[in-house]
């Protein structure tokens, strides 16, 4: 194999003093100026807004303010109330209280939430909260009542499991060791909780004032997600997999109605797929969910459906979107549903009438994740319309706003202001939209460039080559701290959505659909050229990194290509052959992202798996994993890590403690994913 050395020249002696005088110079003329770039324990002051939820009687709008805890070195969350225009923000939770999941009553005079695993009310008119719950598993998708008197609720329902063999002759009062764990279930770890207890969520209901919850669901089977209550609250619509093969369908669910006095279940819904989230429309008369039919490619985008309350009449509303639906509600006059997907990177709200076409009313959701430029928000309808949702900035996280259409035009206005104090504190680097042609086949690709402060154009800057993961997801104009961190340090940062992200249509994000890496590396390439191209990128300082998928193309293109001074791979997948056979969604990855089990085509695993290609690699390579990633296990990281020191290349591994997949969720390791980078790629600056 050929390596590509596109980019590379020869340096001569007069061009290297020159650039590191001119770096000198523009460090000492930063260091002079006025830039106040962010600092790594700035993480401690980040702000977000999360699950709004307006009273259904009234302007005021509840949601969570999520901040981190310095001591505990946590994320925490509390609930705060605002009024639509902005004024009256205050607390409704105190801060010892770890509180989320707030729903309103249907007659707006109390809220549920879930605080410390137990689920609270709060009253409105008094002030006063109390825990009304004494459950042994945490609750989830808290759903009310259409009278208000009851409390319907998910939770995990332990199976009491006994160990097959029981060993003999252990004295009384001995201390042996701990018992063998027996495991005969196929998923049985899960990223983020370790191993699994054996059991099943299933659906309860208990008082609204308190007292002893009721379970209403049977069977080895879970039973999880959004619910909602018929008209006359005597029966409840979920979805769930009750097929006897269900651990063969990992994807695959129907909606049922179950009545709450008989138990009887009815099945409402009958495809190969997965249909999910049902809504009862404000008149009772129909259904809404979302739902896809299963062809069993990487990427299937879910639309959105209605049918009637009773099951039939079943029509796609979204058949000519090509986008996935992540969210919908219904309008209030039953008319039709407000929708929310993502275009070309940018999180929409549109309103979808049950009849005519559809009304795109912004493009600004996001702003939930937080450390990378991911996609991702919230929304929620309002009594008369209007509609709240966490709106999205390159300069900060999630700010709640509120959208309204006076007179036929569309006005959003931000009602909140989380981190003012860290953007009065900070300056936070310039993000600029891109697009630019694959050189493979003039598809256009989009991307962002991110400035450091005090960016001048006349200068030269070393680039960062920064690769979402997924590889179904997409990076956007959302604020991501630990890219701005990376240009605090005065790198120039570029992102992008090569092949196989989403938000592009079914198609795009399935060109690498049992071909992944292939292209994607391609066009991340030439993304590198179109901002070499712009003339302030200093060609012999190109570095790159990325996390879980975009540590697999990190590590895939150090294998064919040396451009790059240094890099550092993110909980990166390395081996596929080994990977299917660590990873918790095991049943999952080999069904949709490979066209057979390993032991059959073993040629086409290591084909497309970065460590067949590690003999070409010559790049210094920082590997940094969570010793408890159960998703791209830390075994993957070793080996590349192994190979790596096999073949005498510059190499370092950092493992963290406790971390899984989702690295930033402790506020010390989100700070120290990118100083650890950059101290890498410092080391090889000219």
Do not use: C
């Not at 008197?149 to 998910?154: D, K, Q, Y």
């Not at 050189?439 to 070393?462: A, L, R, T």
């Not at 701290?481 to 120039?492: K, T």
């Not at 150090?558 to 918790?584: C, E, K, M, Q």
């Amino acid at each position: 194999m050929q390596i590509n050395n596109r980019g590379k020249h020869v340096k001569t002696l007069y061009s290297t003093l020159f650039l590191l005088l001119a770096w000198s110079l523009s460090t000492a003329a930063l260091a002079d100026s006025d830039v106040r770039p962010l600092q790594y324990d700035d993480v401690f002051l980040l702000e977000f807004a999360s699950s709004p939820a307006p009273a259904p009687n009234s302007d005021t709008i509840v949601f969570v303010r999520n901040w981190m805890d310095r001591m505990q070195d946590r994320t925490r969350s509390t609930l705060w109330t605002v009024n639509a225009d902005g004024s009256n923000l205050q607390a409704l939770t105190s801060k010892d209280q770890n509180a989320s999941q707030p729903v309103w009553s249907p007659d707006g005079s109390r809220i549920a939430y879930v605080a410390d695993g137990q689920i609270h009310l709060y009253w409105v008119n008094s002030g006063r909260q109390a825990q009304i719950s004494h459950l042994q598993q945490g609750p989830g998708n808290l759903t009310w009542s259409p009278d208000g008197r009851w409390i319907a609720f998910s939770m995990f329902e332990p199976k009491r499991a006994s160990n097959p063999v029981s060993l003999p002759g252990r004295p009384e009062g001995a201390n042996w060791a701990e018992p063998p764990i027996f495991i005969d279930d196929m998923n049985y770890r899960a990223d983020g909780r370790g191993y699994l207890r054996a059991g099943h969520r299933h659906i309860y209901i208990m008082p609204a004032e308190g007292g002893t919850p009721i379970k209403l669901t049977s069977g080895d089977f879970d039973h999880s997600g959004q619910m909602s209550f018929s008209p006359d609250g005597k029966s409840i619509f979920f979805s769930a997999n009750r097929y006897e093969d269900w651990k063969s369908q990992p994807i695959n669910s129907e909606i049922f109605r179950l009545d709450i006095e008989s138990r009887e279940l009815t099945q409402l819904t009958d495809r190969n797929g997965p249909d999910h989230s049902p809504v009862v429309s404000p008149d009772g008369r129909m259904i809404a969910f979302a739902g896809v039919d299963d062809r069993r490619l990487a990427h299937q985008n879910h639309g959105l459906y209605v049918m009637n309350i009773d099951g039939s009449n079943i029509r796609a509303l979204t058949a000519d979107l090509d986008q996935h639906i992540r969210g919908f509600e219904w309008a209030p006059d039953s008319t039709g549903l407000f929708i929310y997907y993502d275009a070309k990177g940018s999180g929409t709200i549109a309103h979808q009438p049950l009849r005519g076409n559809r009304t795109v009313l912004t493009d600004e959701v996001g702003g939930l994740a937080y450390s990378r430029p991911y996609s991702g928000g919230a929304f929620s309808v309002m009594a008369d319309g209007r509609v709240v949702f966490t709106h999205a900035s390159t300069e900060r996280p999630a700010e709640l706003a509120v959208l309204s259409q006076p007179r036929g035009s569309v006005r959003v206005n931000t009602i909140t202001d989380l981190n003012r104090d860290l953007l009065m504190k900070r300056d936070i680097g310039r993000v600029e939209e891109i697009w630019y042609a694959s050189s493979v086949d003039e598809k256009p690709i989009h991307g962002w460039i991110m400035y450091p402060p005090g960016f001048d154009p006349e200068k030269k800057y070393p680039l960062i080559l920064e690769i979402h993961g997924g590889p179904h997801t997409a990076y956007g104009p959302y604020f991501a701290m630990e890219l701005q961190l990376m240009a605090a340090q005065g790198y120039v940062v570029l992102y992008t959505n090569p092949r196989g992200s989403t938000s592009y249509g079914e198609d795009f994000a399935n060109l690498i659909h049992h071909n992944y890496p292939s292209h994607d590396f391609d066009d991340l390439m030439d993304g590198v050229d179109a901002v070499i191209a712009r003339g302030y990128i200093n060609e012999d300082e190109l570095f790159i990194t990325g996390g879980s998928g975009g540590g697999v193309l990190t590590t895939w293109a150090i294998g064919h290509t040396d451009r790059f001074r240094a890099a550092a791979a993110i909980n990166p997948v390395i081996n596929w052959y080994s990977f299917v056979l660590n990873a918790d969604m095991y049943n999952y990855f080999t069904q949709y992202w490979f066209p057979a089990l390993p032991w059959e085509d073993p040629e086409h695993y290591l084909k497309h798996s970065p460590i067949s290609y590690v003999g070409n690699v010559t790049t210094p390579t920082l590997l940094f994993t969570g010793e408890a990633d159960h998703r791209t296990p830390i075994s993957e990281t070793e080996q590349y890590y192994q190979a790596l020191q096999l073949l005498g290349i510059d190499t370092a591994m950092v493992r963290i403690p406790g971390a899984s997949h989702a690295l930033h969720t402790r506020p010390s390791n989100h700070m120290a994913k990118p100083a650890y980078v950059i101290y890498w790629f410092e080391k090889y600056r000219e």
